[in-house]
């Protein structure tokens, strides 16, 4: 039987600790913070996406950085694997756009409760408010864990599960990677991902608070296309958020010499505020409406196609006179309307700071983690499960399914 120590009480250090107490060894997680998961409790704005209902090839596309590192762990353990055990627990599931998978009471803490009464059950023991400050080691071995309060506890295995740096609310404040860096270990460049973006225009404070649903967006660097989604996204006041554009982030940063494009103003969003219509589609539509008020000023004739907000910024991009009478309105300056409607630009100059970002890109390097076991290639008996890793995906739940599936600390099984 091991003596098992996990660091963290997250995710990933609660699913380890299944795991390692399910096939009989001794189990203890040590939590800094007065209780497990406080993270997980605000996934998914507080419904838990815990996982995507997509085959391991989409797991490890939607993971645009090291992706193919989980291909091992994923075999062993899926969102399949996930959801049994989860719904063994009672806590039933449901599939939304996107294959997103959320339990069906739209509640993380059910999620939450579920594993923890694993790990009671499984008698695993939990020390929350007990921070862990150093790893002790030994002949290239661990051997135990010094708490913050001096004392140590013995182990001869030791799951660092301390997660990313972002939310510090939540307890990730990146000490994992000090933790491991005293190891030995190379901590890849912290950076937040899935992280709203800066832009120095205007019209994002014009816009600010305006949640668009069907837009398509071109995300550009130096005019080449880095990355296209189509998706839900809103204006605040320091420039753009939402869903694809989070998404969109997580392309971003992993752009070379991204600190000079961003200062050189190379970086730029186009919005397509009407994706479903070709220009010619949207010129006649807009030929409709104004027929249809003719005699309207041009400020008052955008009113069916666009939402209030948006009105007045577009039509001072159209530099059109907006007191001009639609029948005026000539061909030019209509399709003046459609190229702004559908290359709506926004320069970025940077992204908000990590402490909003969510998820940690950077991290562990996998270089120095064996694949299958997730066990450090420089300390014997010492594993990495979750976000520490330099492993990061997009949203939709592949994420959480890092998590749950690097939990595998060296063993093949099942977690009953
Ligand atoms: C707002 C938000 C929404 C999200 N929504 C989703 C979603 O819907 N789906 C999805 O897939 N992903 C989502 N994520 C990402 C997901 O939450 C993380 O990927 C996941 O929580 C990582 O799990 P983890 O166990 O590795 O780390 P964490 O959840 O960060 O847990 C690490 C734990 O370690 C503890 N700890 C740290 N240092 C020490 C120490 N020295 N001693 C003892 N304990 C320590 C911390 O207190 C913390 O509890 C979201 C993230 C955020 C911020």
């Given at each position: 039987m091991n003596n098992v120590i996990i660091i963290g009480g997250g995710p990933a250090g609660m699913i380890a600790g299944i795991s390692a107490a399910n096939i009989?060894?001794?189990?203890?997680?040590?939590?800094?913070?007065?209780?497990?998961?406080?993270?997980?409790?605000?996934?998914?704005?507080g419904r838990c996406n815990i996982t995507n209902n997509i085959d391991i090839n989409g797991f490890v596309e939607n993971t645009p950085c090291n992706g193919r590192f989980l291909y091992g762990v994923l075999n062993n353990f899926d969102n399949n694997d996930i959801i049994k055990l989860l719904e063994e627990e009672g806590v039933k599931t449901k599939i939304e756009r996107g294959g997103r998978v959320f339990p069906l009471s739209d509640k993380s803490q059910d999620v939450l409760n579920a594993l923890l009464k694993v790990l009671k059950r499984l008698n695993v023991k939990i020390l929350t408010n007990t921070k862990v400050e150093k790893i002790i080691v030994n002949n290239g071995a661990v051997e135990g864990v010094r708490l913050d309060s001096g004392e140590e506890l013995k182990a001869n295995k030791v799951i660092l599960a301390t997660g990313g740096k972002s939310y510090p609310v939540t307890g990730s404040t990146g000490e994992g990677y000090n933790l491991a860096k005293e190891l030995g270990h190379t901590i890849n460049k912290i950076r937040p991902s899935l992280i709203p973006l800066v832009s120095n225009e205007e019209v994002c404070g014009k816009l600010q608070g305006l949640s668009l649903k069907n837009v398509a967006i071109k995300l550009k660097s130096n005019d080449k296309v880095i990355y296209e989604d189509f998706g839900e996204m809103l204006f605040t006041h320091y420039g753009v958020s939402g869903p694809i554009i989070l998404s969109a982030s997580a392309h971003l940063i992993r752009y070379k010499n991204l600190d000079e494009l961003l200062k050189e103003n190379k970086v730029k969003i186009d919005i397509d505020f009407k994706p479903a219509l070709t220009e010619e589609k949207l010129d006649l539509r807009i030929l409709r409406d104004f027929s249809e008020v003719k005699n309207k000023e041009f400020k008052n004739s955008l009113d069916k196609l666009l939402p209030q907000k948006l009105i007045p910024v577009v039509i001072e991009k159209t530099k059109i006179n907006p007191y001009k009478k639609v029948n005026e309105i000539t061909k030019e300056e209509?399709?003046?309307?459609?190229?702004?409607?559908?290359?709506?630009?926004?320069?970025?100059?940077?992204?908000?700071?990590?402490?909003?970002?969510?998820?940690t890109s950077g991290g562990i390097s996998i270089k120095e983690i064996n694949p299958k076991t997730m066990e450090s290639k420089i300390v014997k008996g010492l594993y990495f499960a979750g976000e520490i890793i330099d492993v990061d995906a997009l949203t939709g739940g592949f994420n959480l399914q890092i998590a749950w599936s690097t939990r595998i600390y060296g063993r093949t099984l099942n977690y009953k």
């Open positions: 009989g060894d001794k189990v203890i997680i040590i939590e800094k913070m007065n209780s497990c998961g406080k993270k997980l409790l605000i996934t998914g704005k209509r399709f003046k309307i459609v190229k702004i409607l559908k290359c709506f630009e926004i320069n970025i100059i940077g992204m908000r700071p990590i402490e909003e970002a969510i998820i």
